[in-house]
């Protein structure tokens, strides 16, 4: 396999991963990546900081749920209100095992792409998943980065030491 077929591969295969990703999964030199990069058919689109690439096939909306569904709180909430929403912003914090401000930040960030919104409910704000069947595919296919696992369970660390 040459090592263009291998950069499509992996973009194929992990839709939505960043550029020092593919450096680091490949092992190749990043002025090879980009390279490569600029003669496949993928899409490039800049989301929260960071460029991710993408198979051709998806729309912005598909890219930009992708970008948060590779972070794994971001991932976490999604599939809780998945499975058990609407639910209020402390009983999914509760069920994620994060401090609200913490379910804040990713909030805004996930009613922003369009995966979460809110309604008013008694007095309470409910979160729920308006496209539960095409959110649900795009998180079966989102592999949390290793870096932002590191970021989101360090975060979860602190927050369970503020806690105390």
Do not use: C
């Not at 909306?61 to 569904?69: I, S, T, Y």
């Amino acid at each position: 396999m040459t090592t263009r077929e291998r950069i499509s591969a992996h973009v194929e295969a992990e839709p939505g991963v960043h550029f020092n990703e593919l450096v680091r999964e490949l092992d190749l030199a990043p002025g090879q990546v980009q390279y490569h990069l600029k003669r496949l058919d993928v899409v490039a689109d800049e989301w929260f900081g960071k460029t991710h690439y993408y198979p051709a096939a998806y729309d912005e909306w598909d890219r930009r749920a992708l970008a948060l569904l590779r972070r794994e709180t971001a991932a976490d909430v999604v599939a809780v209100l998945l499975a058990d929403g609407p639910l209020s912003a402390g009983e999914t914090a509760d069920r994620v095992g994060i401090a609200r401000s913490t379910l804040s930040w990713h909030r805004d960030r996930l009613e922003t792409a369009g995966l979460v919104e809110t309604r008013p409910d008694r007095g309470h704000t409910l979160l729920f998943v308006p496209e539960p069947e095409r959110t649900a595919r795009l998180l079966d296919r989102a592999e949390p980065s290793l870096p932002g696992r590191l970021v989101d369970r360090f975060t979860r660390l602190v927050d369970a030491l503020l806690e105390e």
